[in-house]
């Protein structure tokens, strides 16, 4: 079994900052592309940002130069960490990995997702 568990969600202030966390665990050969999606009430789900095995990373337009998405691949975690957060940037944030597990079968994992909310 494969699971992916963010953590780091909650409540903050227009203009403040949170750091989320995503860890893999489970029978995992190895992980591609880790990333960050989010889903604002009523809205799809949106690629907020990726990063690749290698280091690459890929921002969605609205949140570039405010958030920062990095890895530790001998934790098997993600992280994104968000700066000047704004309203609008309130959503279920999800956790998503491409990954390769002991059978050699790849595929894309979801977290259950953490909430954030950007109010005063």
């Known amino acids: 079994q494969v699971q992916l568990v963010e953590s780091g969600g909650g409540l903050v202030q227009p203009g403040g900052s949170l750091r989320l966390s995503c860890a893999a665990s489970?029978?995992?050969?190895?992980?591609?592309?880790m990333g960050w999606y989010r889903q604002a009430p009523g809205k799809e789900r949106d690629l907020v940002a990726v990063i690749t095995s290698g280091g690459s990373t890929n921002y969605a337009d609205s949140v570039k130069g405010r958030f920062t998405v990095s890895r530790d691949n001998a934790k098997k975690t993600v992280y994104l960490q968000m700066n000047s957060l704004k309203p609008e940037d309130t959503a279920v944030y999800y956790c998503?990995?491409?990954?390769?597990?002991?059978?050699?079968?790849?595929?894309?994992?979801w977290g259950k997702g953490t909430l954030v909310t950007v109010s005063s």
């Open positions: 998503n990995a491409d990954i390769v597990d002991i059978t050699f079968y790849s595929r894309p994992y």
């Open positions: 489970g029978s995992i050969f190895s992980i591609n592309a």
